[in-house]
Nanobody
């Protein structure tokens, strides 16, 4: 089992940057894939990025590709989401989640553990 806590959200202007962190506790983190998802009120949660347990395989949604970078530090039990060139449409609550299978997937149903989320607001 793993517990996840997101941080790093906030208010930023169009074109700005933020780095989100997902800090984990529990023994399984180093073997889990970690995904980032986001949700706007009234809309379904959508995939942003995922990284497998080694950090060697990463996948991004098309709408963030080239702007966001996911990385992990297993020694610190933390996964990062560097977000550059932010746009107002990136405004959402961002969640990290753990997939015990370890390989990562854009399908949220595969993630058993979720954090509470961190708000990202991009002003125009």
């Amino acid at each position: 089992q793993v517990q996840l806590v997101e941080s790093g959200g906030g208010l930023v202007q169009d074109g700005g940057s933020l780095r989100l962190s997902c800090a984990a506790s529990g023994d399984s983190f180093s073997s889990d894939a970690i995904g980032w998802f986001r949700q706007v009120p009234g809309r379904e949660r959508e995939f942003v990025a995922t990284i497998n347990w080694t950090g060697g395989i990463k996948e991004y949604a098309d709408y963030v590709k080239g702007r966001f970078t996911i990385s992990r530090d297993n020694a610190k039990k933390t996964v990062y989401l560097q977000m550059n060139s932010l746009k107002p449409e990136d405004t959402a609550v961002y969640y990290c989640a753990a997939d015990e299978a370890g390989w990562g997937t854009p399908q949220s149903i595969q993630y058993a553990y979720w954090g509470q989320g961190t708000q990202v607001t991009v002003s125009s």
